[in-house]
């Protein structure tokens, strides 16, 4: 299993109470340590523009701008956003700044792409609110143009909702299909989304991960509805990387479990949040599958781990301000997994799989 990790970013109100000034230098530090522990596949961004659970005056940093910056101050760690937003950027100029990160990183950059439901934004940003169904046809055809600007280094394409004609995306991506092993979008393209009738049915079309939920029984029947468009269509199930984002509560004990959900409630009261609000964000905090100790932590990942799952992106919203659920996470629930696929590889060896 590989392991991702969000960064703070202010979207989720997890830089609150530290001077902007010093926002940049947070960010860039926890990049680095995540860059320099080999645990950590991945580091990740949310592409959005107004704080969650509602829209405040506290800071949100601009996705694909960190992106760049954490580029130019990491050298391993993989890139990636969680998603982007198709109706936020034309796809054809998204392409090109795509490109132009995955230069400025030498091939790092993930490129995780979804529909866009934060009708706030939305608005506030002059975009409108389409439908669900005209923002999925958007998100159909924008795919499309990145992967032949990605591929070919032009797009050429006339939609419903996109035309661009002879656009030109030099330097394509350091990832790309004329290179051994590279995946067949150019960069790898992660379909975040678990409508059944159609963003699955994208998914199978075009993604090399997919990323929905982590709830194990909506997991499994995802999967299968993801297995069925890929029957549909001819393409191997088992190419698509099934991925999860988790929030991840995490204690030596039970005690220090509810210690932890206890100061993410003071946290969001203290960022001036009603009480209603700061209840249904703890309790979305503490209904989550990796929420416990970390033996418990690590039984909810092998049972996802078993129905599919080989990729988790977490999220600690103490990070900023304390690393010590990072720190039990990556010392006593990664190495399980470490372990594990040790294990698993040794036993093929073994006996000449």
């Known amino acids: 299993?590989?392991?991702?990790?969000?960064?703070?970013?202010?979207?989720?109100?997890?830089?609150?109470?530290?001077?902007?000034?010093?926002?940049?230098?947070?960010?860039?530090?926890?990049?680095?340590?995540?860059?320099?522990?080999?645990?950590?596949?991945?580091?990740?961004?949310?592409?959005?523009?107004?704080?969650?659970?509602?829209?405040?005056?506290?800071?949100?940093?601009?996705?694909?701008?960190?992106?760049?910056?954490?580029?130019?101050?990491?050298?391993?760690?993989?890139?990636?956003?969680?998603?982007?937003?198709?109706?936020?950027?034309?796809?054809?100029?998204?392409?090109?700044?795509?490109?132009?990160?995955?230069?400025?990183?030498?091939?790092?950059?993930?490129?995780?792409?979804?529909?866009?439901?934060?009708?706030?934004?939305?608005?506030?940003?002059?975009?409108?609110?389409?439908?669900?169904?005209?923002?999925?046809?958007?998100?159909?055809?924008?795919?499309?143009?990145?992967?032949?600007?990605?591929?070919?280094?032009?797009?050429?394409?006339?939609?419903?909702?996109?035309?661009?004609?002879?656009?030109?995306?030099?330097?394509?991506?350091?990832?790309?299909?004329?290179?051994?092993?590279?995946?067949?979008?150019g960069i790898p393209m992660w379909v975040a989304g678990g409508g059944e009738r159609k963003t699955l049915r994208i998914a199978a079309e075009y993604a090399d991960y997919t990323n929905f939920s982590g709830m194990p029984d909506e997991f499994s029947a995802k999967s299968e509805v993801l297995r069925g468009h890929c029957a549909d269509i001819g393409r191997e199930f088992d190419e698509i990387v099934r991925s999860a984002n988790f929030n991840v509560v995490i204690g030596r004990d039970e005690a220090e479990v509810q210690e932890r959900l206890g100061w993410i409630r003071d946290h969001y009261t203290s960022a001036g949040l009603p009480e209603r609000v700061v209840e249904s964000t703890v309790r979305s905090f503490a209904t989550g599958p990796l929420v416990g100790t970390p033996e418990q932590v690590v039984e909810a990942l092998a049972d996802l781990q078993a129905r599919g799952m080989t990729y988790a992106i977490t999220y600690f919203v103490e990070q900023a301000y304390d690393l010590s659920g990072v720190e039990l996470f990556e010392q006593a629930v990664i190495p399980a997994f470490v372990e594990r696929e040790q294990h698993s590889g040794m036993w093929h060896f073994m006996h000449g799989r």
């Open 1 to 185: 299993m590989k392991f991702g990790l969000f960064i703070p970013q202010g979207w989720r109100q997890d830089l609150v109470g530290i001077d902007p000034a010093q926002h940049w230098g947070v960010m860039a530090g926890l990049a680095r340590r995540a860059d320099g522990n080999a645990d950590w596949s991945s580091i990740w961004v949310y592409d959005h523009l107004h704080t969650t659970p509602r829209p405040v005056e506290e800071a949100t940093h601009e996705a694909w701008s960190l992106l760049a910056a954490f580029a130019g101050v990491t050298g391993r760690v993989r890139l990636g956003q969680m998603c982007t937003c198709m109706g936020y950027r034309n796809p054809a100029y998204l392409a090109k700044v795509a490109a132009t990160v995955d230069v400025i990183s030498e091939g790092r950059l993930e490129m995780g792409i979804g529909a866009g439901w934060y009708e706030h934004e939305w608005r506030a940003y002059g975009y409108g609110f389409p439908s669900a169904g005209e923002r999925l046809e958007a998100l159909r055809e924008g795919v499309e143009i990145m992967r032949r600007m990605w591929t070919t280094g032009y797009g050429t394409y006339a939609g419903k909702h996109y035309s661009v004609d002879g656009a030109m995306c030099f330097p394509r991506p350091l990832q790309g299909d004329a290179v051994a092993g590279s995946p067949r979008n």
